[in-house]
Nanobody
């Protein structure tokens, strides 16, 4: 069982930056593929970024070049650095873990989810 706790959300002006953190429990964190997803009001949850156990990464086109996903296995933590934020990035951001090591943009391939952290970008 893996428990995920996100932090770092908040209110930021357009053009600003935030760094989200996701702390994971469990001894096998380093073998998990991790992902960030987001859900805006009235919209379905969508993929943002994913990182494999070997730190391979993949991003949604909408955030490519602005967001960076990384992981620190010594701290059992995955991060999402978000730069050049726009109002369209406003959403609840969720961290997710999958017991397979590779990357995935598919929600159904993630077994564990955090509670989410709100990111609001004012224009």
């Amino acid at each position: 069982q893996v428990q995920l706790v996100e932090s770092g959300g908040g209110l930021v002006q357009a053009g600003g930056s935030l760094r989200l953190s996701c702390a994971a429990s469990g001894r096998t964190f380093s073998s998990y593929g991790m992902g960030w997803f987001r859900q805006a009001p009235g919209k379905e949850r969508e993929f943002v970024a994913t990182i494999s156990w070997s730190a391979a990464t993949y991003y949604a086109d909408s955030v490519k070049g602005r967001f960076t996903i990384s992981r620190d296995d010594a701290k059992n933590t995955v991060y999402l650095q978000m730069n050049s934020l726009t109002a369209e990035d406003t959403a609840v951001y969720y961290c997710a873990a999958r017991s397979r090591r590779g990357i995935s943009s598919r929600l159904y391939e993630y077994e564990y989810w955090g509670q989410g952290t709100q990111v609001t970008v004012s224009s």
